[in-house]
């Protein structure tokens, strides 16, 4: 049963080209899942666990997310065809989702932007970025300076200002025309530039702060963001980037004399190829992201052996369909995920009933959907859609563990993790909003919980909980001028 929408979804892909038209043109993009990403490398600072966390970059599994995490994201965030709206306008603009976490919490987003004219070839972007969920609290600033060369030809200046000296960094670009009409954009970073004068300026007054780092070996990004042109309806995307390793020194903790050294590096590449004309699209997708680290010993004068580790590795395959008729669409995302989550120690071990539980490799496939039927208006009004949205895990290896008949598969995982890995998660959602204009819109949305809250990640023996009646609230808002 836990396959059935899957198997329904697959369906629906062989009959509904036959029973609908050809109407709106509905095109997706990864550039969102791009700058999700980038900013995980660029503003450090804010990434869950500040900059010495000592369990990977991407902040694959912490203990203060909830089971239901990923799949909030997965119903509240704006989809890949809003974030084809946004990124493929230059329009200065506002959009923001806030969407219920527990009863005290909401996760939330917000961007805005505006370019500011200065001469006939120059202008100022300026955007600011507010994100907080389980994996980042971030709020940046992003001034910048764009420069036209030619009519084609654009090079500019962007710098992050944040409330952490030494959490700089200047973005260095160079675009080729423009990604509405085929484009592409090439990116130099200096991460966190000012970091080793703050350091040094802190050793010479003096300054005691455990936040402080040194760079032995200073990190640079780069980055390439591009759009083909379309072609007899067909249109490619590529993103990529690389952080060269980041090597640096720093106390262990606060009130500790010890010295460690830090090793990390990071990379994320995406392609998509989409064939879009009113009424039908068709995407499909490959994302991968990668990020290793490594702490030591600073030297050989230690009173406690450190040499531990983590490895984050994602794989993703997805595709999309929308079609349309009228008034009326339906779009279905589904993703197949690869994920490797590692944490490696060469001293320290934890055991729990004869079986160590740190460090762990723990290993899954995993499947992720969102699909709708909506009604939008065809300039300005009432619109309205229901969703499906689902998250099944797979936990994969050879370690299973057998306690009082009930067999535990990657019984470490679980026993860091004890309310986090469930196998199945499901809700239904209904949304309703207004198009003020083609420059304005709101979305509200609840959800309905069908899951019943299903345990057993680690067991084959699964029971349920009565499925409650709301599963979370959200809304979405969104103004260009």
């Given at each position: 049963?836990?396959?059935?929408?899957?198997?329904?979804?697959?369906?629906?892909?062989?009959?509904?080209?036959?029973?609908?038209?050809?109407?709106?043109?509905?095109?997706?993009?990864?550039?969102?899942?791009?700058?999700?990403?980038?900013?995980?490398?660029?503003?450090?600072?804010?990434?869950?666990?500040?900059?010495?966390?000592?369990?990977?970059?991407?902040?694959?599994?912490?203990?203060?997310?909830?089971?239901?995490?990923?799949?909030?994201?997965?119903?509240?965030?704006?989809?890949?065809?809003?974030?084809?709206?946004?990124?493929?306008?230059?329009?200065?603009?506002?959009?923001?989702?806030?969407?219920?976490?527990?009863?005290?919490?909401?996760?939330?987003?917000?961007?805005?932007?505006?370019?500011i004219p200065i001469t006939d070839r120059l202008t100022m972007p300026l955007q600011i970025t507010r994100r907080f969920d389980m994996r980042a609290d971030r709020a940046l600033l992003i001034p910048g300076l764009e420069y036209r060369l030619l009519d084609e030809h654009?090079?500019?200046?962007?710098?992050?200002?944040?409330?952490?000296?030494?959490?700089?960094?200047?973005?260095?670009?160079?675009r080729y025309r423009e990604f509405q009409t085929g484009g592409v954009q090439l990116e130099l970073i200096a991460l966190d530039w000012m970091n080793n004068a703050a350091y040094d300026l802190g050793q010479r007054r003096g300054t005691r702060t455990p936040q402080l780092?040194?760079?032995?070996?200073?990190?640079?990004?780069?980055?390439?963001?591009?759009?083909?042109?379309?072609?007899?309806?067909?249109?490619?995307?590529?993103?990529?980037?690389?952080?060269?390793?980041?090597?640096?020194?720093?106390?262990?903790?606060?009130?500790?004399?010890?010295?460690?050294?830090?090793?990390?590096?990071?990379?994320?590449?995406?392609?998509?190829?989409?064939?879009?004309?009113?009424?039908?699209?068709?995407?499909?997708?490959?994302?991968?992201?990668?990020?290793?680290?490594?702490?030591?010993?600073?030297?050989?004068?230690?009173?406690?052996?450190?040499?531990?580790?983590?490895?984050?590795?994602?794989?993703?395959?997805?595709?999309?369909?929308?079609?349309?008729?009228?008034?009326?669409?339906?779009?279905?995302?589904?993703?197949?995920?690869?994920?490797?989550?590692?944490?490696?120690?060469?001293?320290?071990?934890?055991?729990?009933?004869?079986?160590?539980?740190?460090?762990?490799?723990?290993?899954?496939?995993?499947?992720?959907?969102?699909?709708?039927?909506?009604?939008?208006?065809?300039?300005?009004?009432?619109?309205?859609?229901?969703?499906?949205?689902?998250?099944?895990?797979?936990?994969?290896?050879?370690?299973?563990?057998?306690?009082?008949?009930?067999?535990?598969?990657?019984?470490?995982?679980?026993?860091?993790?004890?309310?986090?890995?469930?196998?199945?998660?499901?809700?239904?959602?209904?949304?309703?909003?207004?198009?003020?204009?083609?420059?304005?819109?709101?979305?509200?949305?609840?959800?309905?919980?069908?899951?019943?809250?299903?345990?057993?990640?680690?067991?084959?023996?699964?029971?349920?909980?009565?499925?409650?009646?709301?599963?979370?609230?959200?809304?979405?808002?969104?103004v260009y001028w």
């Amino acid at each position: 049963m836990r396959y059935t929408p899957v198997v329904l979804l697959g369906l629906l892909l062989l009959v509904l080209p036959h029973i609908l038209s050809a109407q709106d043109l509905r095109q997706t993009t990864l550039f969102g899942w791009e700058e999700r990403t980038q900013m995980m490398m660029l503003d450090s600072y804010h990434n869950y666990g500040g900059i010495f966390y000592d369990q990977g970059l991407l902040r694959y599994t912490n203990n203060d997310m909830t089971k239901e995490h990923d799949l909030d994201l997965l119903t509240y965030r704006f989809t890949e065809l809003e974030d084809h709206k946004w990124y493929y306008n230059r329009e200065n603009s506002f959009r923001t989702w806030m969407g219920s976490y527990d009863l005290g919490m909401f996760l939330h987003a917000a961007t805005i932007r505006n370019v500011i004219p200065i001469t006939d070839r120059l202008t100022m972007p300026l955007q600011i970025t507010r994100r907080f969920d389980m994996r980042a609290d971030r709020a940046l600033l992003i001034p910048g300076l764009e420069y036209r060369l030619l009519d084609e030809h654009h090079i500019g200046l962007r710098h992050t200002i944040t409330e952490n000296k030494p959490d700089l960094d200047a973005i260095f670009w160079y675009r080729y025309r423009e990604f509405q009409t085929g484009g592409v954009q090439l990116e130099l970073i200096a991460l966190d530039w000012m970091n080793n004068a703050a350091y040094d300026l802190g050793q010479r007054r003096g300054t005691r702060t455990p936040q402080l780092r040194r760079y032995e070996h200073r990190p640079w990004m780069a980055s390439i963001k591009a759009a083909s042109p379309v072609w007899n309806y067909l249109r490619a995307e590529l993103v990529a980037g690389i952080q060269t390793p980041q090597i640096s020194s720093a106390k262990s903790v606060e009130g500790s004399d010890e010295y460690f050294r830090d090793r990390m590096v990071a990379r994320y590449a995406g392609l998509m190829a989409e064939y879009a004309r009113p009424g039908f699209t068709f995407a499909l997708t490959w994302q991968h992201r990668r990020g290793s680290f490594k702490r030591s010993n600073y030297d050989d004068t230690y009173s406690e052996p450190l040499d531990i580790g983590s490895v984050e590795n994602q794989h993703r395959l997805g595709a999309f369909l929308s079609l349309s008729r009228g008034r009326f669409y339906t779009d279905h995302h589904l993703w197949y995920n690869y994920n490797r989550d590692a944490q490696f120690d060469g001293h320290e071990e934890t055991v729990q009933q004869g079986v160590v539980i740190y460090p762990y490799d723990f290993r899954e496939r995993r499947w992720m959907m969102r699909n709708r039927i909506g009604y939008n208006p065809s300039d300005k009004g009432f619109h309205a859609a229901i969703q499906w949205s689902a998250d099944y895990r797979q936990p994969r290896g050879r370690f299973e563990f057998e306690d009082t008949g009930v067999v535990h598969t990657w019984f470490p995982y679980q026993r860091n993790y004890p309310f986090l890995i469930w196998m199945t998660q499901e809700r239904l959602t209904l949304l309703l909003g207004y198009r003020f204009s083609g420059k304005a819109e709101l979305t509200l949305g609840a959800s309905l919980d069908v899951d019943g809250d299903q345990r057993g990640a680690y067991r084959d023996g699964k029971r349920k909980f009565s499925p409650s009646l709301f599963d979370g609230g959200f809304a979405k808002l969104v103004v260009y001028w």
